[in-house]
């Protein structure tokens, strides 16, 4: 009986030694930032964000010389047109939608819109990732008056609706700031522009009386038409 006990004195000390080795070796180890890195690419909803580069943005888009849509179309065959691209899209997209979604939630009632182009779209006041990406026609990024009071700020998407173009709507990103614009207008790209237009074109020049709502991240996020991610760089 003394020998069993013995024994089991022996086992019991033994294991208390290997588990005290093994908190010891534990607290010592690097502490992984997979959870870190990966906190800054979830969307909204704690989902993981998908990065897509269609390159064109807004494939409806006909404000483009052919000489240029070649060009693009070039850019676009390119492998590592941008350092973020893993997939690609190949075919044209609806870029609007009928309504809002349920999780959009109204912001102001009487949005005026207007449209600017391209030089004016260069180096928004937002940034562009470090230079590493320039705003085009086709992209749907929007720029504000710098102190619109409880308005989108710098990053924010929103989403504009015109009930007098079939209740269309667009997802905008706001990056730029405009030094003429007031309170309640966003000045959009020629795309947006026309997607929310009854004609389709740019020549209303001004719309009133848009519903802009708050909404959620894309996911999957589109680098040609929203930017990157980190905009000041």
């Not at 409880?150 to 990056?175: M, S, T, Y």
Request: proline residues 5%; neutral net charge.
């Amino acid at each position: 009986m003394v020998r069993i006990n013995l024994f089991n004195a022996i086992i019991g000390t033994l294991a208390i030694v290997a588990m005290s080795v093994t908190a010891k070796a534990s607290s010592t180890l690097p502490v992984s930032t997979d959870a870190l890195t990966s906190a800054a690419d979830l969307d909204d909803d704690g989902q993981p964000l998908r990065y897509i580069n269609s390159v064109y943005g807004d494939e409806d888009d006909d404000d483009y010389s052919p000489s240029e849509l070649e060009s693009r179309a070039a850019l676009r065959r390119t492998k590592h047109h941008h350092r973020h691209s893993k997939h690609r899209t190949s075919s044209s997209r609806k870029l609007f939608t009928i309504g809002p979604a349920l999780t959009d939630t109204l912001w102001a009632k009487k949005v005026l819109i207007t449209w600017y182009a391209s030089h004016d779209l260069l180096n928004p006041q937002c940034g562009n990732g470090g230079g590493d990406w320039q705003p085009e026609n086709s992209s749907h990024i929007g720029a504000v008056v710098k102190h619109w009071t409880d308005g989108p700020q710098c990053g924010e998407f929103v989403k504009l609706c015109n009930q007098n173009a079939n209740n269309r709507c667009v997802l905008v990103r706001v990056i730029d700031k405009c030094a003429g614009c007031g309170e309640n207008q966003v000045d959009l790209t020629k795309s947006a522009f026309k997607k929310l237009s009854p004609s389709g074109t740019l020549s209303e020049g001004r719309i009133h009386g848009l519903q802009m709502y708050r909404s959620k991240q894309p996911n999957p996020w589109d680098l040609a038409l929203f930017g990157p991610k980190v905009l000041a760089g």
